[in-house]
């Protein structure tokens, strides 16, 4: 039933993906328009977030973000499918890299990177960085989607542009491969996962409220000796965006433990605070918050 859905799905999507621009956003205005006015997707947890994380704003400054948010979602949603038939080209005017010398001084240190992302701005067109003469393996690690087509979908998409998907699962095993045979790689992570019940291990505030955060991305960078850097996205706007690397350690090894982590979690909620639309508040980021901690815990 899952191939059948597929093949079902991608004539249409191929459809819209070759769209000129102009119709492929007003293609996105009538899906806000669905998925908004009629389906009303999500939208008591958008709401409940929005109320959670910004109390002192009025019910008309909160309806008023949420529109704007499901507006900026059904382009990015969208732009996922423009993914399948975009050019090189293309795809470079529409994501920009502002500082990319940052990756020619990471070069001459010899080491790999973990790319710390968040759920805001475009996280789907961050594979333009394969574009600019990348010296380093580009890696998404990811979880896998449970239909096989739409999984394989992604995956061919992210291999256009020379980037290869690993599963969160599987991550650190292949790391492990890659740098004993000397491949020096490029990892991109969305670091704001909300954790599993057995990786309750560290909480800390997030948008003035403290929850479980996902510390898998520090690990593995303390592990592998990376430098580790935080991919700061702006939207500048419909269907431009603007990206800058910046530097949270050289030498995670000698970091304070869980200060990579704080410092990710600080560029993202300041980015979050200044333009909270383009946050994605279906994200159910805040369903810990009033449960017990456990006794082992590290707390912040």
Not at 180 to 190: H, L, N, P, S
Request: glycine fraction near 4%.
């Amino acid at each position: 039933m899952q191939a059948v859905v597929f093949w079902l799905a991608y004539p249409l999507l191929w459809l819209i993906s070759i769209l000129p621009f102009p119709l492929f956003y007003l293609v996105s205005d009538v899906v806000y328009f669905i998925v908004y006015y009629l389906i009303g997707y999500r939208k008591k947890t958008v709401t409940n977030n929005l109320k959670l994380v910004f109390p002192e704003k009025s019910t008309e400054e909160i309806i008023k973000i949420r529109k704007k948010f499901y507006s900026h979602m059904c382009d990015m949603f969208l732009e996922m499918i423009k993914s399948i038939s975009i050019s090189e080209e293309e795809l470079k005017k529409r994501f920009v890299y502002t500082n990319l010398e940052e990756l020619r001084r990471i070069e001459k240190l010899d080491k790999s990177i973990m790319l710390m992302c968040g759920h805001y701005a475009s996280f789907e067109w961050l594979f333009a960085l394969q574009l600019h003469d990348l010296k380093h393996s580009a890696f998404g690690i990811y979880k896998k989607i449970r239909n096989p087509g739409f999984d394989k979908l992604i995956n061919d998409i992210r291999r256009r542009f020379g980037a290869e998907l690993i599963q969160n699962s599987k991550a650190s095993l292949r790391i492990a491969n890659n740098q004993k045979e000397g491949i020096r790689g490029a990892y991109a992570m969305i670091a704001d996962q909300s954790p599993r019940t057995s990786s309750y291990k560290f909480w800390t505030d997030f948008m003035g409220k403290k929850v479980p955060f996902y510390t898998g991305s520090e690990r593995i960078a303390t592990e592998f000796d990376m430098v580790v850097l935080y991919l700061h996205v702006e939207k500048v706007k419909r269907g431009h965006y603007k990206a800058s690397l910046i530097n949270i350690s050289d030498n995670p090894a000698v970091t304070k433990n869980n200060q990579i982590t704080l410092d990710y979690i600080q560029h993202l909620e300041k980015q979050i605070r200044e333009k909270p639309e383009f946050y994605l508040w279906t994200h159910k980021r805040w369903k810990h918050v009033g449960k017990k901690i456990p006794e082992n815990a590290v707390v912040r």
